[in-house]
């Protein structure tokens, strides 16, 4: 019986054995568990993609702002078109002032020279002093030096 015991011990160990194979079964489980939360895992990364959609929703959306921003620009375009017609218009308006000012006279000359400062630019004006200085300080020839002196 001794061997019997003997015997016994060795199946008491393979009931041991075979716990640790239920331990290792249920180490399956846990297994499955990590996979479950795996699962979760993935499920959070599907969450996450969500919020990807989400983010594309949010560019669509910042899309929609760039078109309006395109359309804020259309109408600065407009703007700008009727900022180049009032142009136009500041032009048009400066020529016949011109036109009417040569014919009234030399003072009416410097009122144009004057306001076309912006329009035309800084030459005009010199030209049209020049024009009036001419006038108001005649030249004087000098026989003796051979020059011209203007006082």
């Known amino acids: 019986m001794e ?8 199946e008491a ?32 990364a599907e969450g996450g993609i969500t919020e990807a959609e989400g983010g594309i929703t949010e560019a669509k959306a910042g899309n929609m702002e760039v078109e309006e921003g395109v359309t804020e620009a259309e109408a600065r375009n407009m703007e700008v078109e009727e900022g180049i017609t009032e142009v136009d218009g500041g032009f048009m308006k400066a020529d016949l002032e011109k036109a009417t000012d040569r014919e009234g006279g030399i003072t009416e000359a410097k009122e144009v020279a004057r306001e076309m400062e912006c329009v035309a630019g800084h030459n005009i004006v010199h030209q049209l002093r020049s024009i009036v200085s001419s006038f108001l300080c005649p030249t004087i020839h000098v026989p003796n030096e051979g020059s011209e002196t203007k006082y």
């Open 13 to 44: 160990r393979n009931m041991e054995a075979k716990e640790g194979v239920k331990e290792a079964e249920g180490g399956v489980p846990e297994s499955k568990a990590g996979n479950m939360e795996g699962e979760e895992g993935v499920t959070e």
């Open 3 to 10: 061997a019997k015991g003997g015997v016994i011990k060795p």
